[in-house]
């Protein structure tokens, strides 16, 4: 049975070789790896680096890691841990490598790009293969606002499946192994917030029209949806996953553009 926590515990040996070796780790780097769990990939990862910081919230599983010079254990929920002052408080940067719960997948992925970007060189992580798809997945069916966030923040690489029968207990699900590389400058023009606060309202309508699901926010911002549609120059008939990040960019804009409130 599985832990309390939805966790399932890594146990095939070539999945453990190939995100180890996609890790790409060099003796000098610095890892973090949230969720441990029972260990299968911390002592390699400890072999290859100079330092790691696994961050575990069940303190039974987090006592029985093993003990090296070059490992800490931190007991914390990585929700709640302030990432700027503990990775921070080392020089050089981090990798992030991790086989993540399915069910704080996003919070946890949303919490590495917002306030970890800036000390972050990379992460691979493991996380359910449909949830991999979405965020690969830009202006096609399966895309969502998620998707944009992360790309946004992030550069997007599948990298291999992963079947059920690698963990213990076999989840329903299959699983894949992807890496986020934080882009140091984002290639957006339009503020964050305002960004993801039109993908987000798009998408609570997907199957609505733009024209219909933006009027309510562009009524809240005090702006001509008209107007914003020309200078965009796109049609207000599209639905959220025909537009590109680029597109809902350049709409973000024009919505504040034709604003008469100024910035939010």
Same mark, same amino acid.
């Given at each position: 049975m599985p832990?309390?926590? !939805?966790?399932?515990?890594?146990?095939n040996k070539e999945i453990i070789r190939k995100i180890i070796e996609a890790a790409q780790l060099q003796? @000098?780097?610095?890892?973090?790896?949230? !969720?441990?769990?029972?260990?299968?990939?911390? !002592?390699?990862?400890?072999?290859?680096?100079?330092?790691?910081l696994a961050v575990e919230l069940d303190e039974h599983l987090a006592d029985?890691?093993?003990?090296?010079?070059?490992?800490?254990v931190l007991?914390?929920?990585?929700?709640?841990?302030?990432?700027?002052?503990?990775?921070?408080?080392?020089?050089?940067?981090?990798?992030?490598?991790?086989?993540?719960?399915y069910y704080i997948t996003s919070p946890i992925i949303e919490k590495l790009l917002i306030e970890g970007s800036p000390f972050i060189e990379s992460m691979v992580i493991m996380i359910q293969k449909e949830v991999a798809?979405?965020?690969?997945?830009?202006?096609?069916?399966?895309? !969502?606002?998620?998707s944009y966030f992360v790309n946004y923040y992030a550069q997007v690489e599948m990298l291999f499946k992963v079947k059920p029968g690698s963990f213990n207990p076999p989840p329903q699900v299959d699983s894949a192994v992807i890496r986020l590389t934080p882009r140091l400058l984002p290639e957006i023009e339009a503020p964050a917030d305002l960004l993801f606060k039109v993908t987000r309202t798009a998408f609570s309508a997907r199957r609505k029209t733009l024209r219909k699901s933006?009027?309510?926010?562009?009524? @809240?911002?005090?702006?001509?949806?008209?107007?914003a549609f020309q200078k965009a120059n796109i049609p207000g008939e599209k639905r959220p996953e025909e537009l590109t990040l680029l597109?809902?960019?350049?709409?973000?804009?024009?919505?504040?553009e034709t604003s008469n409130i100024g910035d939010l």
């Open positions: 832990r309390p926590l !939805g966790q399932h515990f890594l146990k003796p @000098s780097d610095q890892v973090l790896e949230i !969720g441990p769990g029972e260990g299968a990939i911390t !002592g390699l990862l400890a072999q290859n680096a100079q330092k790691v029985n890691l093993p003990s090296l010079p070059n490992l800490k007991k914390a929920n990585f929700l709640n841990i302030n990432l700027a002052e503990i990775l921070g408080s080392s020089p050089g940067k981090w990798k992030v490598v991790a086989n993540l719960p798809d979405r965020i690969k997945a830009l202006a096609c069916r399966e895309t !969502g606002a998620f933006l009027q309510p926010l562009a009524q @809240s911002m005090n702006s001509d949806l008209d107007r597109d809902f960019s350049h709409l973000a804009t024009a919505l504040q």
